[in-house]
């Protein structure tokens, strides 16, 4: 079965800092990956995927993640966090596949923008 | 934008008792998913629904737990017989297809007294 780890759990920024948050999953085979932001008493929000193609995928608020499948990780970027980022960061993978496959998440990283 | 609503936000019952957690997916999506997350734990997947049967589940999802799509617009979890570890945050999600992500609902958390 598949596993993600993320590396921290808990990161402190100012703002117009930049930020990566790292994200590693096991899998041998091809896997879509997930990034996934829970602001403050809020639902999971897509920040961004990616299933194939270009490894460097920008999503949603200026985020942007790579995928390196040498590595098998899909860190999470922001080159200037804004106060308003302060939330918990998820990533996530299933395996490539039928469109009933589960997500399998990581513990999160919970983030705080200082101003 | 389309959301999925899930109901209630916020639900306490007792030990033993059965509960219905309700969720309202995208009207046009086709996958159905059932995930909850213990306080301080990472979110786990439970159960995938797709063409009015389940798909996959997890080993979380065991003889307690069914669900339920009973008129084309709910998608129902039903656990039956509560036990207080149960106590946690449901989500429910929704897909249109394999090549989209997965839309959650906000959330209902449960409390098992």
């Known amino acids: 079965a598949q596993s993600v780890s993320q590396h921290n759990h808990h990161v402190i920024l100012s703002e117009a800092a930049s930020l990566e948050l790292g994200c590693n999953y096991s899998y041998g085979g091809t896997v879509n990956l997930f990034w996934y932001v829970q602001y403050p008493g809020q639902h999971l929000q897509l920040l961004l995927k990616y299933f194939s193609g270009d490894p460097l995928v920008k999503g949603i608020k200026g985020f942007e993640a790579e995928f390196i499948k040498s590595k098998f990780s899909f860190n999470l970027r922001k080159p200037s966090v804004q106060w308003s980022d302060t939330a918990e960061y998820f990533c996530?993978?299933?395996?490539?596949?039928?469109?009933?496959?589960?997500?399998?998440f990581g513990k999160g990283t919970h983030l705080i923008i200082q101003p | 934008e389309p959301e999925v609503t899930q109901t209630p936000s916020h639900q306490v019952t007792q030990m033993g008792q059965e509960v219905i957690l309700r969720c309202v997916p995208i009207?046009?999506?086709?996958?159905f998913y059932w995930y909850r997350q213990i306080l301080g734990q990472k979110v786990e997947f439970l159960v995938s629904f797709y063409n009015n049967e389940i798909s996959e589940k997890s080993e979380i999802f065991d003889d307690q737990f069914s669900v339920e799509r009973p008129d084309g617009s709910n998608f129902t979890l039903k656990i039956r017989s509560t036990k207080l570890e149960d106590s946690a945050m449901y989500f429910c999600a929704s897909r249109l297809d394999s090549f989209y992500g997965y839309t959650f609902g906000s959330g209902t958390r449960l409390t098992v007294v």
């Open positions: 009207s046009n999506h086709l996958y």
């Open positions: 996530a993978v299933t395996v490539s596949g039928g469109g009933a496959d589960g997500l399998t």
